[in-house]
């Protein structure tokens, strides 16, 4: 199971980083990356991922 996924709800639109709970595997929270580039709002998805694991 993936952690996150990214979403865009229109086409050319800002992709948002929808975060899973590992263990419930149900959807935790979405965040807006801020980019229309998918490349970039995965590596800031990447980025908020290791972040929230590492409050845990």
Same mark, same amino acid.
């Given at each position: %199971?993936?952690?996150?996924?990214?979403?865009?709800? #229109? +086409?050319?639109?800002?992709?948002? @980083?929808?975060? %899973? &709970? +590992? $263990? /419930? #595997?149900?959807?935790? #929270? /979405?965040?807006? /990356?801020?980019?229309? &580039?998918? %490349?970039? *709002?995965? *590596? $800031? @998805?990447?980025?908020?991922? $290791? $972040?929230?694991?590492?409050?845990?």
């Amino acid at each position: %199971m993936r952690l996150y996924y990214l979403r865009q709800r #229109k +086409p050319g639109g800002n992709w948002y @980083a929808i975060f %899973m &709970d +590992p $263990i /419930t #595997k149900k959807q935790e #929270k /979405t965040r807006c /990356t801020g980019t229309s &580039d998918k %490349m970039k *709002a995965s *590596a $800031i @998805a990447q980025e908020w991922l $290791i $972040i929230q694991r590492i409050q845990f």
